[in-house]
């Protein structure tokens, strides 16, 4: 959680970086669409992006919540505070629920998850005492607050956007009309409900006696008669947003709020940018998307007057995380995917490092190309000259960044790369760049989809060449660009609608872009492993180089490893698919994934592997991937999307980082990069001193690969024992039978793994 002071006039609440413990877990939520705001135990809490974050005008204190800690879900759908029982709760898309209190302690409730239902989308709440009435595309759900119990669901054959209760009846709104029940009544017979009106609505109010209802074509009007529910015209004005306070109906356009009241009196004032509002004493908090929270004062002669700036947490601008890269700890992710339909998801590209968030300049790339065109950043490198000169592909070309500024846009008239519709007048639209990467010699190539030239090279001296490779030609998932120890570029390639395959494509230039003659190249769709067994790979999603030189592939049917890349060019060469045995006493052996649309990999300190898959999570492997040491899922683990684009790690701290199709999860490895020698300096043990409340693991970094670690106490009597696993060792403080260590000053002794040369630290625990 985030708990920080906020000063007056501050816009984004940055997070102060803490060191993590091992098997921690982060969600890096978004903050920057504010939709709903609600008074909560004097706390105001704040429904933005999926997420929910809190402020407390008493003390100016901000906190979020997250399912690492306390909530039980992610995606949030409403929020709704229920004073009567002292109750915060939070529903999320899923038809989870939690009820939290004002101390951040939650119960969970899936009981709508786990209902029967069979459409659980949700489309409002309404509260009535402790209770809570969820309209649903299966009728309405009633959610008991004080026993903590759905106490009815009512399907009476129609979908169910909004409701009111008066007098002991339920009127609900629905496309096929309103229809009335009485509480009295056995509203479980759908015979009991009562059809008034057969004129789709989508929302009803209650303003102060006055039914105020919204029409699907959003615009205002009212019931004339309650008992024939006769539509009066109100206003012919639209409106997305409402909120009820104190008998004012608060409607949000575009530009303007109108206030309605129980006499249909009608006031305008121009909307500074709020879809949302609850009041707190003489405050109005208001939800104003892009710009978080703010706080006005509001009457009838002057509208809205601001008194609070914007309160953002500081966070990625979007939940969109697709394709990332790590220089020097430094995360830079873009959020555009190729999977539909989310392809046209809005351009975003982002930075993470020290804790902060920096979002990349948006509005002059949007005002040059068009809202309607401004999708889909796809891949990210960092210039190895200038860590302040960053490129961008996206399916509107390259486009260029000097300290997070826009600087250049490339596309069809001022570069070599070609769009896919030359012929269009939005020619200029189409021109994916889905791979970018720099050589050894610093040329940045990059795959141009779609067309006939697909891999173009812009060399480090400005000029650029292009390399016709009929493979691969016009094919329209080519991805991902990897160069091995030698030089050689590894392409993947997805299916195609020419050739019906996808596969790996991998060119020698032998060094010399320029001259073609001394280049090889091979293209493989159909991959063969050690038993002989072919397979036709559709989908080809990356491929990766481990620390011992050995080349992983991910694809459509798991995942395949060379440990002799360097006959890829020869007629006989073959992939290991790696197998895991069972260990069952059958001497069986399952192919590891087999089967499952592996989308990303990434290598730690251990040289182990770190796979992330499309509906099946993630899962960490020994080296060789023969044991699976782990498997995360949404069902065990606070990971938010089982569904993972990317996955990368901060070499330096051991943290993995998980581009879901949810947005961005972190968890805290056990292992670092090693180091290529023994430094005192660098070797430190954390935390020290280990406190009596402590009960994570103490971890040792700055080790070298495979070194030898033993902890001693102050007689010098032996305590534990191991191996490192990259650069780093954890250790839980425990002896051999499982007790914590007595108190007092502990030694680590730390040799590499030929006995050649040692280090030694030291750290104090402390048990009571």
């Known amino acids: 959680m985030l708990r920080t002071v906020i000063a007056a006039a501050i816009l984004y609440i940055a997070s102060v970086p803490t060191h993590a413990a091992y098997g921690d877990w982060k969600i890096y939520n978004a903050y920057h669409n504010a939709t709903k705001t609600v008074v909560f135990e004097s706390t ?135 229809y009335t029940g009485r509480l009295g009544d056995n509203l479980l017979d ?22 105020v209802i919204i029409p699907t074509w959003l615009q205002l009007r009212y019931i004339s008669d309650k008992e024939k529910m006769t539509v009066g015209y109100v206003d012919s004005a639209r409106f997305t947003t409402f909120s009820l306070i104190d008998g004012l109906l608060f409607c949000f356009g575009a530009d303007e709020i109108v ?23 003489n405050t109005y908090w208001a939800a104003c998307g892009t710009e978080g929270l703010k706080g006005y004062t509001f009457d009838t002669t002057d509208g809205f007057t601001p008194t609070v700036s914007s309160i953002i947490p500081n966070s990625p601008i979007r939940n969109y995380f697709y394709s990332m890269k790590i220089y020097d700890g430094r995360l830079l992710a873009v959020g555009g995917t190729r999977e539909l339909p989310e392809i046209n998801r809005t351009y975003t590209v982002m930075q993470y ?85 720099y050589d050894g010699s610093k040329n940045l190539w990059m795959t141009n989809t779609l067309t006939d030239t697909i891999v173009r090279i812009r060399r480090h001296d400005g000029t650029w060449v292009g390399y016709y490779l009929e493979e691969i030609a016009r094919h329209p998932g080519v991805n991902d660009i990897m160069f091995d120890q030698r030089g050689w570029a590894w392409i993947t ?41 072919t397979y036709e790979i559709n989908y080809l999603n990356f491929i990766r180089e481990d620390l011992t030189g050995a080349i992983w592939i991910g694809s459509n049917w798991g995942t395949f490893v060379t440990y002799s890349p360097q006959n890829f060019f020869n007629a006989d060469f073959t992939f290991t698919q790696p197998k895991v045995p069972r260990n069952d006493g059958t001497n069986y052996a399952d192919y590891l994934l087999g ?62 980082y998980f581009a879901t199709a949810a947005g961005l999860v972190s968890y805290m490895g056990n292992a670092t990069d090693p180091e290529e020698r023994f430094d005192k300096d660098l070797v430190k043990v954390y935390p020290n001193p280990v406190r009596p409340e402590y009960r994570g693991h103490v971890i040792i970094k700055g080790l070298m690969s495979g070194t030898h670690v ?59």
């Not at 940018?273 to 707190?280: D, M, N, P, S």
Request: proline residues 3%.
């Open 493 to 533: 390639s997805h299916i195609s609608a020419s050739n019906n395959s996808g596969g790996v494509f991998v060119l020698d230039t032998n060094g010399t872009l320029n001259q073609r003659s001394d280049d090889r190249q091979r293209f493989m769709n159909v991959i063969t492993n050690q038993d002989g067994t």
């Open 259 to 281: 206030t309605l009241d129980a006499s249909r009196n009608i006031n305008r004032y121009p909307n500074p940018g709020i879809v949302g509002l609850c009041k707190q004493g």
């Open 595 to 656: 089967e499952i649309d592996v989308r990303c990999m990434a290598v730690d300190g251990g040289n182990r592997k770190w796979f992330g898959t499309f509906g099946n999570g993630v899962y960490l492997t020994n080296d060789d991937g023969s044991e699976v040491l782990q498997h995360f899922t949404t069902e065990n683990s606070p990971l938010i999307s089982n569904y993972i684009y990317d996955v990368d790690i901060n070499g330096s701290t051991g943290e993995v």
């Open 190 to 211: 759908a015979s009991n409900w009562i059809c008034k009106t057969t004129t789709p609505f989508q929302k009803i109010f209650n303003v102060d006696g006055t039914y």
């Open 44 to 178: 105001i809490y704040v429904l933005s992006d999926g997420g929910l974050y809190s402020y407390n005008p008493s003390d100016t204190q901000v906190e979020t919540y997250d399912k690492v800690y306390p909530l039980s879900d992610n995606g949030i759908y409403d929020i709704v505070a229920v004073p009567s029982t002292h109750s915060l709760v939070v529903i999320y898309t899923t038809g989870n629920i939690d009820l939290m209190n004002a101390d951040g302690e939650v119960y969970n409730m899936p009981d709508l998850k786990e209902s029967a239902l069979t459409d659980k989308t949700l489309n409002s709440t309404y509260v009535s005492g402790s209770d809570v009435y969820i309209s649903t595309n299966s009728g309405i759900v009633v959610l008991d607050t004080r026993r903590r119990v759905i106490s009815n669901t009512y399907s009476f054959g129609h979908i169910v956007t909004s409701i009111i209760i008066d007098d002991g009846t339920i009127i609900a709104a629905t496309p096929d009309g309103f």
């Open 710 to 768: 033993k902890i001693v106490n102050a007689a010098g009597h032996l305590v534990h024992q191991g191996t490192s696993t990259g650069g780093q060792y954890t250790w839980n403080c425990t002896t051999s039978n499982g007790q914590r260590v007595a108190s007092g000053i502990y030694y680590v002794l730390a040799t590499d793994s030929e006995g050649h040369s040692g280090v030694a630290t030291k750290f104090l625990v402390v048990k009571e």
């Open 353 to 437: 490092e020290n804790g902060v968030w920096t979002n990349f300049e948006e509005e002059k790339l949007r005002e040059e190309v068009g809202d309607g065109f401004f999708k889909n950043a796809l891949a990210i490198v960092q210039d190895p000259d200038d860590s302040q000169h960053h490129i961008v592909g996206a399916a509107i070309g390259l486009v260029e960044y000097n300290d997070y500024k826009y600087t250049l846009h490339l596309d069809h008239t001022n570069s070599p790369l070609k769009s896919i519709l030359p012929k269009s007048e939005d020619a200029g639209y189409y021109i994916r760049v889905a791979a970018l990467e």
